[in-house]
Nanobody
């Protein structure tokens, strides 16, 4: 069973930066896709950034392009354990609970983390 645990959320002023991290246990594989979603109060959950199988492609929603960057670490060949979301030039509208999401490339099962709160406010 895959478990995801987010960290790095908090309170930041507009224009500030935060780095979110998602620890994947026991690990994720080369063919898995990982993404960061967010959900603000009263709004639907939306995908913010995704890194596809093999890590060859990244996708972002328009509102975060140029400000957010998704990446994953490498432990060894075909074994990864963390996916990060670097966020700069944060805006009030970025405030939300951010969730880590994994889709297995083998079974297509999906997994979610518990979420981490990001609040952008002066």
């Amino acid at each position: 069973q895959v478990q995801l645990e987010e960290s790095g959320g908090g309170l930041v002023q507009p224009g500030g930066s935060l780095n979110l991290s998602c620890a994947v246990s026991p690990r994720f594989l080369n063919g898995d896709s990982l993404a960061w979603y967010r959900q603000a109060p009263g709004k639907e959950r939306e995908m913010v950034a995704m890194i596809g199988p093999v890590g060859r492609t990244t996708t972002y929603i328009d509102s975060v392009k140029g400000r957010f960057a998704i990446s994953r670490d490498t432990i060894s060949r075909n074994k990864w354990k963390r996916v990060d979301l670097q966020m700069v030039s944060l805006k009030a509208e970025d405030s939300a609970v951010y969730y880590c999401h994994l889709k297995s490339g083998l079974s297509e099962d999906t997994f979610w983390g518990q979420g981490t709160q990001v609040t952008v406010s002066s």
